[in-house]
Structures are given as structure tokens and as C-alpha cells.
């Protein structure tokens, strides 16, 4: 416990993920405007770059314009503190979504009721299995005609690998949608089609009683008993810590574009959803009640500005208070450092702040001091762990197209890794620099912002590869023959380690054949 403790306990800091169009932004809209953070409809802008303008350039600034402001949300919800972390909507950006994961005690994943369980869901889900991040799931488009909802349940456990334990329930949908049965709190909640009032909801704990039929009529009111029994007869019941360890996933249904079954995630959710939590650093687990500051930056932000290369760090604050214009160790430098500026986020403001607690995030400016990754303290030697970097998907080598200008271009890939921008792997054959990401439009922006932030223009050149593959072997001699026989494709990761570039997958797995004791990767821990 420490002098702290009351404040960090009202603290819910967490992400909205979900495939693009789920409703992502209409969902964060909604509780802002709860939050008493805004106060129209509209307000918050996607931060979505449209499918159809992978070129535009106005778009990539636009969004990243936005995208500052919109980083986290920060607002106050009766006693609790919520700061939400955006993440962006375009599945180019995927690894930013990854490390925003990092900094979010939980998460809750947006599902269209009619598309179900999309790709991108399913890639996020996989990184909070692997943190234990505690889910929530909102079935959204209830005002939609979609897939069966005991379907779709089956659907969420099978393909993403999570019990669920629906806490509302739908009554039919689409044209004829009645409403839900909010099983948590025992309610009917009726639904009005509207995009400006919260619905009423009918306080009802006898699922049984004649009334419901006045409500619904009788067809949907024997409906709802048998779904409500088989419910309560197939899923086990809520348990609050089988939620906090990631092992179950509460379900409810609802539109937020109409504002319908809103207020009741959102309720539940600053009940059930995790305060923050315990880190686990290389040294030892941190806990946020230590009255000593500690935290690790997530996220780079750079200015937008060529003329000024200031970026902004985004530091999620682990354990105790940070104080403003105190002396904090930066961990990698080994040396002190004074944050006369940090900002905090709140109401989509961003304005300077004296303190802020374990939970939240804030933003340091900087000049290049930090990383991704990079740990603060009030002193301590405390490492924190970040995200392991996975496979990316494309790959191409770097050139540089003007001879005149060759150190800019070192230094702007440099940077532009440390912000996370993509992966850099050094050929150990011939030295080349290759560039790996998810999506081709990260290698636009990097091509972008290397011409406007640095002067320095490169060009791509193919490069066909199917995966990195990190890899280790407790048979050194092996290893030493696996690496002179692929020299060839043998490069090095940004932190220095091997990494086996396999051109397709039928030559990896020959190779995984004819190397029986070598383990291949996809990912940079293992
Ligand atoms: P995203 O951030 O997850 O990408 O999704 P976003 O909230 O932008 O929503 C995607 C589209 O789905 C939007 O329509 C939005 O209005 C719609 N939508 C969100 N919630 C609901 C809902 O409960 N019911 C229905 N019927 N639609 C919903 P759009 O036409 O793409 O954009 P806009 O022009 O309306 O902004």
C-alpha cells in the first residue's frame, strides 16, 4: 500500500481493438460522451485511413494530426479514472496496436454482429492471450440483421481461443430488434432507435413474471426464457477472476451507433475491469502501489514538423507518482533526466501536468532521447519488457537514391526504427539494409517521411521472402552449419540477433527438417 493507493485503485486504463468498421470509433465515441468528454456526436474523428487511398498523402498527415490528439482519451466516470488508448484503424499499422497492448490493463474487442470474428480480431486477440489481458467483447450492429447469437459465441471460443459468459443477451434484431436482457444487473433495457437519448431500462429480476410479455409480446418472451435457461445452463457462471486472468471473456450485445447497451458495458466495465496491474520487469515484478515512480515508453509520436525533429514519448506510468521537474533515471543512458513538460490527456485535451499516477499515461516531449521499449524510474535498475517483434509480412531492400545525402538516410532509418515505424534486418552476406513490415503502406510513410523529416530519398528494391525467423540451438555445431549453409539469407535484427530469412515456406520447412535441434521463431522472444 502506498499514499497512493486510492488514487491508482480508480484508475481503468485500456484499449478498444476491433477489425476496421466493427465500430471502433462509434463505440469510444459513445463513452466519451458518458464521460462527459464531449459533448456532440462527431466529435471524435476515425482515425482510419479509407481503404481506397493507400497513396494519400493528406490522408497519412491527416491521421497522424489526429491521431496525437486522439492517442488517449483521458476522462473521469463517477470515481473512476478512464483513460482510453486509441489504436489506429489501419491493419498497415498493426504493430503499433501491438505495443499500445503493452500500456492497457485490459481491452475490449469490438465484434459486427454480421461479420463475426475478422482477421485483424483475431491477431489482436492472440497478443492479449499472450499478455493475459482480461477481455471484454461488445457485440455491436445489434440494429442489424446478423448471425445467430449462440452462433456466434461458438464462433468467439473457437477461433479465438477464449471462454465467453454472455452478460446481456439479445432480444431478435434487426428490423425487429426489442432490446437486451442485461443478465449482469437484471434488467430489461428496451430499445428506442436513437442517436441522442439513452434508453430507459426496466430494473427485472423475475425473468418469469407475466410482465415481460407486456414488453415484448409473447413469441420473444418465451424466446428470451428459453435462451436465458440454456444460457445459465451451458456457460458457467461470471467469476470476476477467472475474467481478471484472461480465461474468460464477458459478452454483451448492443448498437452503439444508437447508443443502445453503451452505458451498460461501461458500467460493468469500471466494475469488473482491473485497476493497473503488477508488471513483471527483468529484475523483478512491480507492483503499482510502490511509492516509487516507474514506467516505460510505449508509443514515439514525431512531430509533424520537418523543421523541429521533436517527437512526443508516450510513457504508461507502472508503479507510484511521477512528479513534474523531478530527476528520473533513464534507464538505457544510465542517467538522470527533468521532465519540465509532460503532458496528460484529458477530455481530448493535451495540457501539462504536475502528476500523474501509476495507470496513466503521459507524454514527454523529446529530441531523441527515447525508444520504444526504454525504462524510467525513480532511480532503480529496472528493465521493463516490451513487446517481442514478429515476423513481418513484406519485406524489401533499402537504397539510397542520393549519393549526396547518405548519412541522412542512416540516420532517418535509424530513428525511424527506434519510433517503431517497421523492422530493420542487416543482410550478413552482403550488408544490405532490408526493411520488413505488415503492409505495404508502412514503406510509403517511411519512403515520406525520410524525403520530408530528413532530405533523404531512398528506393526500394523487391525482395521476396515468406518469414524472419529468429533462431537458437543448444547444438552450436549445428547451428554454425546452418548458418554458413544459408549465409545467404542470414541477417541481423536491430538488437544485434540472428535472424534466418526462409524464402518460402516449403524451404523452411525443409530446413526445419534437415535441422532437427535448430528452433525457428516467428516472433523475438521465445
Ligand atoms: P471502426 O472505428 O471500427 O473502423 O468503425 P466505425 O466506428 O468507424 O464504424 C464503422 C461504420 O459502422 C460506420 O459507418 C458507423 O456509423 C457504423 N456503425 C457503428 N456502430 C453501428 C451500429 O450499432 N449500427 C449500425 N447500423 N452501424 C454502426 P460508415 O458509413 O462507414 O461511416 P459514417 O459515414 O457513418 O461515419
Not at 164 to 170: A, G, K, Q
Not at 488 to 496: F, L, N, P
Amino acid at each position: 500500500m502506498s499514499q497512493f493507493s486510492e488514487e491508482i485503485r480508480k484508475r481503468r486504463t485500456f484499449a478498444i481493438i476491433s477489425h476496421p468498421d466493427a465500430g471502433k470509433t462509434t463505440l469510444t465515441e459513445k463513452l466519451l460522451l458518458f464521460g462527459g468528454a464531449i459533448h456532440v456526436a462527431g466529435a471524435v474523428k476515425s482515425n482510419k485511413i479509407k481503404k481506397t487511398a493507400t497513396s494519400d498523402w493528406m490522408e497519412i498527415e491527416k491521421q497522424r494530426g489526429i491521431s496525437v490528439a486522439t492517442s488517449v482519451m483521458g476522462f473521469n466516470y463517477g470515481d473512476y479514472k478512464i483513460n482510453i488508448l486509441d489504436t489506429p484503424g489501419h491493419q498497415d499499422f498493426a504493430e503499433d496496436t501491438f505495443r499500445t497492448l503493452t500500456a492497457v490493463d485490459s481491452v475490449i474487442i469490438v465484434i459486427d454482429v454480421a461479420k463475426g470474428v475478422e482477421a485483424q480480431t483475431r491477431k489482436l486477440m492472440e497478443v492479449c492471450r499472450m499478455r493475459k489481458t482480461p477481455v471484454i467483447v461488445f457485440i455491436n450492429k445489434l440494429d442489424r440483421d446478423g448471425k445467430d447469437p449462440f452462433d456466434l459465441l461458438d464462433e468467439i471460443e473457437a477461433e479465438l481461443h477464449i471462454h465467453v459468459r454472455p452478460l446481456s443477451w439479445p432480444i431478435d434484431m434487426g428490423q425487429n430488434f426489442k432490446g437486451v436482457y442485461n443478465i449482469y444487473e437484471q434488467k430489461l433495457n428496451l430499445y428506442t432507435p436513437s442517436k441522442q437519448y439513452v434508453t430507459e431500462n426496466i430494473e427485472f429480476k423475475d425473468i418469469d413474471s407475466p410482465e415481460l410479455e407486456t414488453h415484448i409480446g409473447g413469441p420473444l418472451a418465451e424466446k428470451l426464457r428459453a435462451d436465458i435457461e440454456l444460457i445459465e445452463g451451458v456457460y458457467p457462471e461470471f467469476d470476476v477472476d477467472t475474467y481478471l486472468k484472461g480465461d474468460i471473456a464477458p459478452v454483451f450485445f448492443g448498437s452503439a451507433l444508437n447508443n443502445f447497451g453503451v452505458k451498460e458495458i461501461l458500467d460493468c466495465f469500471v466494475q469488473i475491469a482491473p485497476s493497473p496491474r503488477p508488471v513483471q520487469a527483468v529484475e523483478r515484478v512491480i507492483d503499482p502501489d510502490e511509492d516509487a515512480f516507474s514506467g516505460f515508453v510505449f508509443k514515439i509520436h514525431a512531430n509533424m514538423d520537418p523543421n523541429h525533429r521533436s517527437c512526443i514519448a508516450f510513457v504508461k506510468i507502472c508503479s507510484g507518482r511521477f512528479e513534474r521537474n523531478a530527476n528520473y533515471k533513464h534507464i538505457r543512458f544510465g542517467k538522470m533526466m527533468r521532465f519540465s513538460s509532460p503532458t496528460a490527456f484529458m477530455a481530448q485535451k493535451k495540457e501539462t501536468v504536475d502528476e500523474a499516477f501509476a495507470g496513466d499515461i503521459i507524454g514527454l516531449p523529446d529530441t531523441g532521447n527515447f525508444k520504444i521499449g526504454d525504462s524510467l524510474s525513480s532511480g532503480e535498475e529496472i528493465h521493463f519488457k516490451g513487446l517481442p517483434s514478429f515476423s513481418p509480412e513484406m519485406f524489401k531492400y533499402i537504397e539510397n537514391a542520393d549519393p549526396m545525402k547518405s548519412k541522412q538516410l542512416t540516420k532517418g532509418i535509424d530513428q525511424l526504427m527506434d519510433e517503431g515505424v517497421a523492422q530493420l534486418f542487416t543482410n550478413q552476406f552482403n550488408g544490405r539494409k532490408i526493411i520488413g513490415t505488415v503492409g505495404q503502406l508502412q514503406f510509403e510513410v517511411i519512403q515520406y517521411r525520410l524525403l520530408h523529416e530528413y532530405g533523404a530519398q531512398c528506393k526500394w528494391e523487391p525482395l521476396s521472402l515468406y518469414k524472419a525467423c529468429w533462431i537458437e540451438s543448444d547444438n552450436e555445431e549445428m547451428l554454425a552449419n546452418f548458418k554458413k549453409r544459408k549465409a545467404q539469407y542470414m541477417a541481423t535484427d536491430k538488437e544485434g540477433r540472428d535472424v534466418y530469412l526462409a524464402d518460402s515456406s516449403y524451404v523452411l520447412m525443409m530446413a526445419q527438417q534437415d535441422f532437427p535441434d535448430i528452433k525457428f521463431h516467428f516472433t523475438s522472444e521465445f
